[in-house]
């Protein structure tokens, strides 16, 4: 039976605005010690806005770790106390310039778990309507309306290759996008 590993020492690296920095050291089942680094972090929300059963919003930004222009959903970081559905309904309106009148949460999944502690909430969001564009004073984004099937063929062409993304788009592909009460 598996066990879970014990904390034998605990230290923090460096703390920042987002994340943190850890290098512990565990006991392992065997007994034997090993280190783990890792990353905490408060989590993010994201949301593919879905403006009619063909149509939906992407964001084309500027991603410096990867120094790459990604396309993908809607997202932010959740801040200190934040729920995943206030922080997908604030960035909605930052990003797009719209809210949704129907929000589905789709689910919750870890892009990494072996390094990090980061948890992304997704959810789709429907019925949009207009609403005023907040920008934050460091994004810079371009938005993009394109048909739901070329957002999928660009998974497929290895066009779009941002994981929530990915995962929102095939998600609504395999389990919602024919629901007749949408």
């Known amino acids: ?4 590993e014990k904390t034998l020492k605990k230290a923090k690296i460096y703390s920042g605005k987002i ?16 280190i783990r680094e890792y990353i905490t972090h408060r989590g993010a929300a994201a949301i593919l806005p879905v403006l009619d059963r ?19 959903i809607p997202a ?19 990003e797009t310039g719209f809210k949704a009148g129907r929000i589905i949460y789709l689910l919750t999944y870890f892009p990494s778990c072996a390094i990090s502690t980061e948890a992304i909430h997704l959810f789709a969001g429907l019925n ?14 371009e938005k993009i309306i394109l048909p739901f099937g070329k957002a999928l063929k660009m998974v ?24 007749k009460s949408l």
């Open 1 to 4: 039976m598996l066990k879970k």
């Open 19 to 34: 994340v943190n920095f850890y290098c512990d050291t565990v006991k392992l089942q065997n007994g034997k010690k090993a």
């Open 54 to 72: 063909n149509k939906i919003i992407l964001i084309r930004q500027y991603r410096y770790p990867v120094k790459k222009f990604m396309l993908e």
């Open 76 to 94: 932010g970081k959740l801040d200190r106390n934040e729920t995943p559905l206030s922080c997908i309904k604030r960035e909605l309106i930052e």
């Open 128 to 141: 949009l309507k207009p609403a005023k564009m907040k920008k934050d004073e460091d994004e810079f984004l």
């Open 156 to 179: 497929k062409d290895k066009k779009i290759t941002d994981s929530k993304t990915i995962i929102a788009l095939l998600y609504w592909k395999a389990f919602l996008q024919d629901l």
